[in-house]
């Protein structure tokens, strides 16, 4: 399976920030494409949960921006979480 664009985001934030820590990776393509798969499928149980908290409405415009507004939030979010606010990066550490 390809890297996805998740994959490639971390991929290239340890490229630049974190080289050490991307040196020493036994394969990086293996590494980034699973973290990328972690990071989809975290922002996708991140958007279910805002979704299901969103009041449904007759108008479909608002229910389709809601629906968008939820998954910029948990991308957002889940992001925030990987990378951090500083450049430190993410909490995890290579295998």
């Known amino acids: 399976m390809p890297m996805n664009h998740y994959g ?5 934030h ?6 050490q ?5 036994e394969d990086p393509e293996a590494y980034f494409t699973q973290v990328g798969e972690d990071l ?3 922002i996708d149980q ?3 949960a805002l979704e299901a908290t969103a009041p449904s409405t007759s108008s479909y415009l608002a229910n389709v ?3 968008n507004t939820a998954w910029q939030t948990a991308e957002s979010e ?4 990987y990378f951090g606010e500083d ?4 909490e995890t550490t290579p295998e």
């Open 40 to 42: 989809e499928e975290r």
């Open 14 to 19: 340890w490229q630049k920030d974190r080289p």
């Open 8 to 12: 490639l985001q971390a991929k290239e």
């Open 87 to 90: 450049e430190t990066g993410p």
């Open 65 to 67: 921006a809601a629906l």
């Open 78 to 81: 889940v992001l925030r979480e």
């Open 21 to 25: 820590e991307y040196a020493r990776l």
């Open 46 to 48: 991140r958007r279910l």
